[in-house]
């Protein structure tokens, strides 16, 4: 049974995680917003938590068991720490715990001291005292207030979107890759003026409503949907492409990736990253594994989702300590929702995730037991489109079929992931019968 103490550092993490987002109280949130904050926690961790499994750490719905520790330290490795445990010490105000640098430390902070000095209510008494019940009142009151406020302005109308310009440029090729915003905002009604770097609204940057230009820095590949926003309004957006100069590997970090050389990690005949070349950049490999990805975005014609076909194949090379189970993953990327596949040791294929272009699927409500594998060997992953459905194949046997998502989606890049280190090689993408990229 879970104790109070423990129940209080979830309550805390998941108003921190609120807080990072800015996507106001969970209370309003529907299951678009929940599916929005499982890609982000995978992008970022590595780790896909399911959209029931978030649902149900937030109350959404109701169930009795206790959230289990890898859910948990994806949701603490999603706020910067290493693991839930770290994040317990921090939150006990451990002196121990090196504390996030940044602006992200500072909200963090205050929310720790907000939560450690506020009351806190036994849900066995079911009672509260006569002034905390007025001090929540009050605190009502000023909520009440402020929606009121904050509706009536958002309500206010601003000038139509044809009166505003938005448009990009990147400035190279390469990762990390400043990209300039060009923007015209002068006939807003409002001085609060932002440009929004992707769908993810932390990554909003507040810019002078009469400025002409902003830069920003996308520190890892992929399709983005960058937004000028007004207000409470987004007045423009516009699709831009970050792309690869060939092949990139990164050592994923809460802050900004470790780069790798392509000489660390590109071999004659596959990807391989060595654990040896993982700790030369002061990385540990325990007792948390890194999250190793490679990518290559932007450097072949666009293929469409609805006729292509593609395989390689991989080996994952590291299950020492807390990596037991060797997760790994191939990723479509798409300008949409990815194709993903994630595998794993047999015995962990409960905890797999994988997206077929519209929705996530668990492997707690799935069987997702072909995607368990034996990585001594090299296994092999193809995935086709039948133009109903998407298949998935494990060493040439049939391990799902997803119906084919509707719409114009097209594949831009590709990406691999293993938690520790992997290889990875023969690598064919088709579009219809036609190769439209080959590798290794």
Not at 408 to 419: C, E, H, P, Q, T
Request: glycine share 6%; with cysteine.
């Amino acid at each position: 049974m879970i104790s109070q103490t423990e129940n209080s550092q979830i309550t805390l993490c998941l108003q921190l995680i609120e807080q990072k987002l800015g996507w106001g109280s969970s209370a309003d949130w529907a299951t678009q917003d929940f599916e929005r904050l499982s890609e982000k926690i995978a992008l970022q961790t590595g780790v896909m938590l399911s959209i029931s499994t978030l649902k149900r750490i937030w109350g959404k719905v109701k169930y009795e068991s206790a959230p289990t520790l890898s859910t948990l330290n994806a949701l603490a490795s999603f706020l910067g720490h290493e693991n839930w445990h770290v994040f317990k010490q921090k939150s006990m105000g451990s002196p121990a715990v090196e504390n996030t640098v940044g602006e992200a430390s500072t909200v963090e902070t205050d929310a720790v001291e907000n939560h450690i000095h506020s009351p806190v209510v036994s849900k066995s008494s079911g009672r509260l005292s006569r002034k905390l019940w007025w001090t929540l009142l009050g605190s009502l009151a000023i909520l009440i207030s402020a929606f009121i406020f904050f509706s009536y302005y958002s309500r206010k109308p601003d000038k139509p979107s044809h009166d505003f310009e938005f448009s990009s440029r990147p400035v190279s090729h390469s990762i990390p890759n400043s990209v300039v915003f060009t923007y015209d905002a002068s006939g807003s009604l409002t001085d609060s003026v932002y440009i929004q770097q992707s769908w993810d609204s932390t990554r909003r940057v507040a810019v002078n409503k009469n400025g002409k230009s902003h830069t920003s820095v996308y520190y890892e590949p992929g399709f983005y949907q960058a937004k000028l926003v007004a207000g409470n309004r987004i007045v423009k957006e516009h699709p831009l492409l970050v792309p690869t100069d060939g092949w990139l590997g990164l050592i994923s970090t809460p802050e900004v990736p470790i780069y790798l050389k392509p000489s660390e990690f590109i071999e004659k005949d596959m990807l391989n990253l060595a654990t040896a070349t993982i700790e030369e950049h002061k990385v540990n490999m325990e007792p948390s594994a890194p999250l190793i990805k490679y990518y290559n975005v932007g450097n072949f014609e666009a293929v469409p989702l609805h006729d292509f076909s593609f395989t390689t194949k991989i080996k994952q090379q590291y299950n020492n300590g807390a990596a037991a189970c060797q997760f790994s993953w191939v990723v479509l990327m798409t300008d949409g929702m990815p194709v993903a596949v994630q595998l794993s040791q047999k015995g962990c294929v409960s905890e797999l995730n994988m997206m077929d272009g519209k929705d996530m699927v668990s492997g707690k409500t799935h069987d997702l037991s072909a995607f368990g594998v034996d990585f001594s060997q090299w296994v092999q992953i193809d995935c086709k489109t039948n133009g109903k459905n998407i298949d998935y194949f494990i060493d040439g046997k049939l391990a799902y079929s997803s119906v084919l998502p509707s719409g114009d989606m097209k594949i831009i890049g590709l990406a691999f992931g293993f938690r520790g280190t992997g290889a990875v090689k023969a690598v064919k993408l088709y579009k219809s019968s036609a190769l439209a990229f080959e590798a290794f």
